[in-house]
Each structure stands twice: as structure tokens, then as C-alpha cells.
């Protein structure tokens, strides 16, 4: 038998598998899946309350603390849930904790067979996975036709789709744009596709007579994920069909196409992957390997050469050349008999042997250990940690005072003056980190740290820098609202997503790979509410002189009628007979109303970005592109 001593990964046990083996970790997970019963009705109802809250709140830095405080809760009720469930976490011999695992504000127990402390076992005795009887192979059998009911269900609902969306493609002809219609058929077609697929039988027919003892099959995840995806692409497809009819083709159309295909090919190969995916073993020594979409592949256990364990705890088996000749995990049902059936019967294959308990322990010993400072991290900035922390005190009221006094002094500021005065206060710290990222960290001072490796870093302020990032959103979206509208949004969703890239790829770049962790992400999602900001803010200081024609009004709307102040809308046509949705003033509403004219002020922006704004007409005005006379 070939020994492979450089195993970097090992198989994982399926949690089914944990639980049947250790009692001590079954009553664990039971009571964090007891907590989390609890805490999710009770979490349903503090997001109703919430959400009615925030609907209601006029003031919206309030709403935004509380939306804050709304996201934060459902990670705040998992840490709740397991730190109860950890309380059953130990040794029942000795009495001491047993191996924890911590993410953040996350504890969860790590699975090990024995107590550290005592060396105590905590698994039972497990009978031979060889021992299969006739009845486990009647019960495989009837697994086999249950997992065909999925896909034969989604494929007759799909089918039902492409009628439905058949009758409307052929109401609607001579109604939409012909290049609309062609969009629907197509979708139809590849709905009805689909649907023919997922129904037809792709369950491979065994050209023998023997009865396999030993089934790998795919986990009941892969069903639930494609329960979920595939409903979801095949709406997200029909939505932009449908948005196709009232609008052109554009790049959020494009990108939700693009989503919807991806979605739902996920999910049929999810599907399938429930139904056909399996690994079947003889007593003789046959192997069958079955694809997701219904091909096999056979082999025989004396051409296996090496078993090595891969990553996300796989096992890829070669044969003599080195070839791949197939691969599973052994976190499967039926994974971890598989592995070890192999290597107690197959002389050619490799396995981690007792390699394997004392990796395992070191993996959780490696879990438990602190972090602590190294040499190799020590910059030219650790020797300023002062002067860079004052720095940073400095920099974060400055980008508070930016951000706040434009908002108390509006009625001072011109609009362009402040949204970049505010986008740019808050562009200070970002650039402050990027600088010195070496000294300064996002996920603050963990508590595994040992006290040298907290006294070399510097917490970065994320969470009170983002409140004020989410502030200026705010802001930002009031301006856009009520003073200068982006009328083109695709350009203006370009200009955010390219600042947005270009900003998370530095500071990815900047930071080093021992302090990426959670707040790193975190300061990501932010630094894209700061990139929308600066996107609004760049584009309405580029804009060019304004150009002022009287406006050509083809709809108007009031919503939140019952409200005490309700919005007023009324729809513009553009130079280029596109049209464009502006929120105004009640008086302005008015004037539409009685028949007055009302002027139309367009600016476009150095990225070509128009941004417009209804007025009162001024006394020298160019007239209407529309009505030269």
C-alpha cells in the first residue's frame, strides 16, 4: 500500500456521520438548532416592527442607525445561539471545554473524537460499513425513485412556463417591438427546452445483475439550492423579458439577463446532481460513477494507484499514469465508508492512516492558538504608531466635520460645492488607510491576540466612518431626488461600479494578507456606498453650463398620497426623445396642472452623464426643441 505523508487536507466527516458517532456533539448541535428555533420568529417580529419603524421615520440618519441595527441583529442572535449551545460542549468525563472554533463574534464547537484535557473517547462504537443487507438495498432503490420526483416536478412546472409565456408572446405580436417579441420566443424556447430536459429520465441503466453494497450520493443541499435558483432565474429572465417591451435593451436589462442564465442553469444542474450524481460499489470490486446528466463511467478497484486528499476535504483517485479518474467528498453520505473501505481493501491506495487523528489534532490546536506578532510585519510605520494614531483621530473628525456642517449650512452651499465637499471628506480616511494599511487594522484587536501583536496595530475606525458613509448616501439620494436627477443611469451605474472596482482592488492590493479578514469585507460593502457618492459628486462637478428649453411633459403622478408631504413626479422628454422622471415641487405640480410652461435645466456631465431639473421659466430662455416657433 502507497503512503502519501504530505496530505495537506483531510476527508470531512458528514454532519450525520458526526452526530451518529458523538453523542456529546449530537446534544450540542441540538441545542444550537433549539436556539436558533427560537430566535428566528422572535427575529421575524423585531423585523416587522423595524421595518414599520423606519417606513415611518422622516429623520433619516435615525432610519439609518436603525436599519444598521436591523442588519447587525441576525449575527448578533447567531452568537447568542451558539454561545447557549457551547454550554453542553464538554468533556463529560472531566468536565472540561471541548475544541472551539471562533469567527468573529461566532463560537462553534470543532468536532474531535476524543477530550484534549483526558483523552476521554467521545464516539461510539460503529458497526462495519461493509455489513449491508437486502433490506438496505430495497431502501436504496426506493432513494433512487424518490430522487427522481424533483426534477420531474420542476420540469413539468417549466413546461406549463413556456405555455403560458407562449400565449403571451403571440397576444402580444403586433402590441411590443418586434425585437421585444423575438426576446420572448426565445426565452419561451429555452424555458420549454429546459423543461423537456429536466423531464426525460437521465438515470443511467446498470448492464448487471449484482447489487451494489455501498451508495455516495449527493447531500439534500444540492436539492434545496436548486429548489431556490432555478425558480429565481427562471423570474429574474421573465423580468427583464418583460422590461424589454417597455424600454430598450440596456445594461441593467443586459446584466439581469446574464444573472437569470446563470441562476438557472445553477439550479438545473443542482437538480440533476441530486437525481443522477452517485458513486455505486460491488463486492467484486466494480465501481460505477454516475454524472450529473445521467453518464457513467465504470471502473475496478485493482486499477486504482493513489487516493490523495484534496481541498474542501475531496478525494481524487488516479490510477497508474496519474490520470484523475474521478473525485467526490467525502463529506457525502456515504463518503466517509467509501474512503475507508478503500483503504482497508484496495492495496494500491493511499490513505492518511493514523496521520490523520494527529493532523486533526493539530488542525484543532491550531484553531486555539493566539495570534501573535511576528517580525516578518514590522514596517518603518510601526515605529510611529503615535503620530500615525493621532493622525487618525485627526483625519476622522475632519471627515466628520465635512460631512455634517455642509448638511447644517445648506442653504450657503451650492449643491456641487456640497456634495463634494461631503464625498471628499469622507474619501480622507479611505486614502489615510491606504497609506498606512501596514499599522492600521479592520478587524480591530481580536481576542486571541496576545498583547504585543495588539500593541503594533491601530483599530480603524470602520463602523463610525460607515454611519457617516450611509449618511451621505442619504444625502446624496435627496439631491438626486429633489435638485439635479441623473437622467442616464445606465452611464451613472458604470461610473459607480468602475470607482467602486478601483477603490476595493487597491485596497485589497494595500493590505496585508495577515489582516484580511471580516472587517476587510465589510470596509468593501462601504467603500461602495462611498463610490455612489462620489460618482453623483464627480459627475455633478463636471457637468457643463446648463442648457435651459421649455419642457415637454408626457405624464405626471403623486405617491404617498395619505402622507402629509406626498411626492409630486412629473415625466419630461429629453433632446434625444428619451424620457426622464423628475420629483418636484407642489407649486410646479401646479403650474403643470393649470397649463403653465415650465422650464427644463439639462446638464451633461465630462462622462456624459446627463443630469436634469425642472424650474420656473426665466425671462430669457431658448424655446422648446420640440416647438421652434
Not at 438548532?33 to 422572535?42: D, G, H, Q, R
Not at 470602520?462 to 458613509?469: E, M, N, S
Not at 436634469?612 to 421659466?617: A, G, N, R
Request: hydrophobic share 45%; net charge positive.
Amino acid at each position: 500500500m502507497k503512503k502519501i505523508n504530505n496530505l495537506r487536507f483531510l476527508p470531512r466527516i458528514s454532519e450525520a456521520e458526526k452526530r451518529r458517532r458523538n453523542p456529546t456533539y449530537r446534544n450540542a448541535r441540538k441545542a444550537y438548532t433549539k436556539n436558533l428555533l427560537f430566535f428566528f420568529p422572535v427575529w421575524i417580529i423585531l423585523l416587522i416592527i423595524f421595518v414599520s419603524v423606519i417606513t415611518n421615520i422622516e429623520n433619516r440618519i435615525l432610519a439609518g442607525i436603525v436599519g444598521l441595527f436591523l442588519a447587525a441583529s441576525p449575527i448578533m442572535g447567531l452568537g447568542i445561539a451558539c454561545n447557549l449551545s457551547l454550554r453542553l460542549w464538554v468533556c463529560p468525563h472531566c468536565g472540561k471545554e471541548l475544541p472551539v472554533q471562533h469567527i468573529q463574534y461566532v463560537s462553534l464547537p470543532v468536532y474531535t473524537a476524543q477530550c484534549p484535557g483526558c483523552g476521554y473517547s467521545l464516539e461510539e462504537t460503529i458497526p462495519s460499513s461493509a455489513s449491508f443487507t437486502q433490506t438496505s438495498c430495497e431502501q436504496n432503490r426506493r432513494i433512487d425513485k424518490k430522487r427522481k420526483l424533483p426534477a420531474i416536478v420542476f420540469g413539468v412546472l417549466l413546461l406549463m412556463c413556456a405555455a403560458f409565456m407562449l400565449i403571451t408572446c403571440f397576444i402580444s405580436i403586433g402590441k411590443d417591438p418586434r425585437y421585444a417579441i423575438a426576446v420572448a420566443f426565445f426565452i419561451t424556447a429555452f424555458t420549454l427546452a429546459s423543461g423537456i430536459f429536466l423531464f426525460m429520465p437521465h438515470t443511467p441503466e446498470r448492464h448487471t445483475e449484482e447489487e451494489p453494497f455501498l451508495y455516495v450520493r449527493t447531500s439534500v443541499l444540492r436539492l434545496v439550492a436548486g429548489s431556490f435558483l432555478l425558480p429565481l432565474g427562471w423570474l429574474i429572465l421573465f423580468v427583464a423579458t418583460a422590461t424589454v417591451a417597455a424600454e430598450p435593451v440596456n445594461i441593467s436589462i443586459f446584466f439581469m439577463f446574464i444573472t437569470g442564465f446563470i441562476l438557472f442553469l445553477w439550479g438545473i444542474w443542482c437538480l440533476l446532481a441530486y437525481q443522477n450524481k452517485k458513486i455505486l460499489l460491488f463486492r467484486s470490486g466494480k465501481l460505477i460513477y454516475s454524472a450529473p446528466y445521467g453518464r457513467y463511467k465504470e471502473f475496478h478497484t485493482k486499477t486504482f494507484a493513489s487516493m490523495k486528499y484534496g481541498a474542501m476535504g475531496s478525494v481524487r483517485i488516479h490510477d497508474s499514469a496519474g490520470n484523475l479518474l474521478f473525485s467526490f467528498r467525502a463529506s457525502l453520505p456515504g463518503g466517509a465508508q467509501l474512503t475507508g473501505w478503500l483503504s482497508e481493501h484496495c492495496e494500491t491506495a493511499s490513505a492518511a492512516g493514523p496521520d490523520q487523528n494527529t493532523k486533526q489534532s493539530r488542525t484543532v490546536r491550531a484553531s486555539r492558538e493566539p495570534l501573535e506578532w511576528k517580525e516578518e510585519y514590522h514596517t518603518p510605520m510601526h515605529d510611529h504608531l503615535k503620530a500615525i494614531k493621532a493622525g487618525l483621530i485627526i483625519v476622522s473628525l475632519l471627515a466628520l466635520a465635512g460631512t455634517i456642517l455642509p448638511f447644517l449650512f445648506m442653504t450657503e452651499f451650492s449643491l456641487t460645492c456640497a456634495a463634494i465637499t461631503m464625498t471628499l471628506s469622507l474619501f480622507l480616511p479611505v486614502i489615510y488607510y491606504l497609506i498606512f494599511s501596514s499599522v492600521l487594522s479592520l478587524d480591530g484587536k481580536p481576542r486571541h491576540a496576545t498583547e504585543e501583536w495588539k500593541s503594533m496595530y491601530i483599530t480603524m475606525p470602520v463602523f463610525p466612518l460607515g454611519i457617516l458613509f450611509l449618511f451621505v448616501v442619504q444625502v446624496i439620494r435627496v439631491f438626486d431626488k429633489v435638485r439635479l436627477t441623473v437622467a442616464d443611469s445606465d452611464r451613472s451605474l458604470i461610473c459607480w461600479i468602475v470607482i467602486a472596482a478601483i477603490l476595493i482592488v487597491i485596497t485589497v492590493i494595500r493590505t496585508p494578507k495577515h489582516l484580511r479578514g471580516e472587517g476587510l469585507f465589510i470596509w468593501g460593502l462601504f467603500l461602495c456606498l462611498l463610490s455612489y457618492s462620489l460618482s453623483y459628486s464627480l459627475n455633478a462637478a463636471t457637468c457643463s453650463e446648463a442648457v435651459h428649453t421649455t419642457a415637454v411633459i408626457t405624464d405626471s403622478s403623486v405617491e404617498n398620497r395619505d402622507k402629509d408631504d406626498p411626492d409630486y413626479y412629473l415625466t419630461v422628454k429629453l433632446y434625444d426623445s428619451t424620457e426622464a422622471e423628475i420629483c418636484v415641487t407642489e407649486d410646479l405640480y401646479m403650474m403643470y396642472q393649470t397649463g403653465q410652461p415650465i422650464s427644463l435645466c439639462q446638464r451633461t456631465s465630462a462622462f456624459g452623464v446627463r443630469m436634469v431639473q425642472l424650474h420656473t421659466p426665466l425671462n430669457k430662455e431658448a424655446r422648446s426643441f420640440y416647438n421652434p416657433k
